[in-house]
């Protein structure tokens, strides 16, 4: 079983910074593509960026210039450094992961709790 715990969130006035962390924990996986999404009130998720285990990265195009996706593979941890935030960035972000089991080799997708950014005007 396979965890990813998300840090980061928070308050933040239009213009600011804020930058997230999410964490993957267990045993015997492997992990492929590591991604956030959000979902803000009333809305659908949706992507935000991507990030292949060689670096290959894929932005939303409202993003696009503003977020920077990385990942520290020894440490399992991906980050999204989020600048020039606005309003309408206020939503819940969601960490994934496409994880290999080791032992099955199977592949699934599994999901953080969510962390709330909040952008105000």
């Known amino acids: 079983q396979v965890q990813l715990v998300e840090s980061g969130g928070g308050l933040v006035q239009h213009g600011g910074s804020l930058r997230l962390s999410c964490a993957a924990s267990g045993s015997r996986f492997s992990i492929n593509t590591m991604g956030w999404n959000r979902q803000a009130p009333g809305k659908q998720r949706e992507l935000v960026a991507t990030?292949?285990?060689?670096?290959?990265?894929n932005y939303a195009h409202s993003v696009k210039g503003r977020f920077t996706i990385s990942r520290d593979n020894a440490k399992n941890t991906v980050y999204l450094q989020m600048n020039n935030l606005k309003p309408e960035d206020t939503a819940v972000y969601y960490c994934?992961?496409?994880?290999?089991?080791?032992?099955?080799?199977?592949?699934?997708?599994?999901w953080g709790q969510g962390t709330q950014v909040t952008v105000s005007s």
């Open positions: 990030i292949t285990p060689g670096g290959s990265t």
């Open positions: 994934n992961a496409q994880v290999l089991n080791i032992m099955t080799s199977k592949l699934g997708d599994y």
